[in-house]
T-cell receptor
C-alpha cells in the first residue's frame, strides 16, 4: 500500500485564487511528520511547511497552510492568493519514527506529486 | 546561512563506470540524506548519514554507497553504472534529531549512456 497518496496529477488554477492540494497518508507510527515541498522546473526541492503528528494546531507559513485531519489521515496543502510563481510540482512527504529519544526518524517517503499550473 | 550545496551539478557517464557525488550540508546540520528522483519511480530514499555513520538505508542495491566526513560533508558513490541509474540525485541536510525538516540541495543530474 502506498504510504503517501496524492490524487491530483495536475491542476490548473486562476491567478489570485486559493488552491488546495490533496494528500493522504498511511502509517501505524504514533510519531511522524508531514511535509510539503515545491519543486520548480529547475529541480531544487524547496521546503514549504511541516506538521508534526502531535501538533494540535494546523501549521501555517505565510500563504501556505496545512489542513491536518489526523483521524482521516489527510494533510492537504492550501495556498491562498496563488501567484504565477507558484507554478511547480508539489510533493507531500512523511517521515516516521524518531519518537522522544532524540534519535533520527526514517527517510522521507514522497507522494507522486501534483503539477500545479497558475494561469493569468 | 548558506544552503545545501551539491557538486557537480551535471554528469555524463557511460555504463560500467563509477561516479562520486558530493554534498555539503547547512552549517550545524549533522544529518545528510540522499534521494534518487526518476520519472518512473519518483523520489526514493537512498540512505542517511549522521555523525559519520549510516543510520538509515533505503531499498537500493549495494552498488550505491556513501560516507560522511567529520565536517558532515557527504559523498555518494555508484559503481558499475547502469542506464537505469540516470536520475536527479538530491541531497538533504537536517539537524538529525527526531522528525526534523530536511533541506535540499539543487541536485546532481546524472546521465548514463
Amino acid at each position: 500500500a502506498q504510504k503517501i497518496t496524492q490524487t491530483q496529477p495536475g491542476m490548473f488554477v486562476q491567478e489570485k485564487e486559493a488552491v488546495t492540494l490533496d494528500c493522504t497518508y498511511d502509517t501505524s507510527d504514533q510519531s511522524y511528520g508531514l511535509f510539503w515541498y515545491k519543486q520548480p522546473s529547475s529541480g531544487e526541492m524547496i521546503f514549504l511547511i511541516y506538521q508534526g503528528s502531535y501538533d494540535e494546531q494546523n501549521a501555517t507559513e505565510g500563504r501556505y497552510s496545512l489542513n491536518f485531519q489526523k483521524a482521516r489521515k489527510s494533510a492537504n496543502l492550501v495556498i491562498s492568493a496563488s501567484q504565477l510563481g507558484d507554478s511547480a510540482m508539489y510533493f507531500c512527504a512523511m517521515r516516521e519514527g524518531g519518537g522522544y529519544s532524540g534519535g533520527g526518524a526514517d527517510g522521507l517517503t514522497f507522494g507522486k506529486g501534483t503539477h500545479l499550473i497558475i494561469q493569468p | 546561512k548558506a544552503g545545501v550545496t551539491q557538486t557537480p551539478r551535471y554528469l555524463i557517464k557511460t555504463r560500467g563506470q563509477q561516479v562520486t557525488l558530493s554534498c555539503s550540508p547547512i552549517s550545524g546540520h549533522r544529518s545528510v540524506s540522499w534521494y534518487q528522483q526518476t520519472p518512473g519511480q519518483g523520489l526514493q530514499f537512498l540512505f542517511e548519514y549522521f555523525s559519520e555513520t549510516q543510520r538509515n538505508k533505503g531499498n537500493f542495491p549495494g552498488r550505491f554507497s556513501g560516507r560522511q566526513f567529520s565536517n558532515s560533508r557527504s559523498e555518494m558513490n555508484v559503481s558499475t553504472l547502469e542506464l537505469g541509474d540516470s536520475a536527479l540525485y538530491l541531497c538533504a541536510s537536517s539537524l538529525g534529531t527526531g522528525v526534523d525538516t530536511q533541506y535540499f540541495g539543487p541536485g546532481t543530474r546524472l546521465t548514463v549512456l
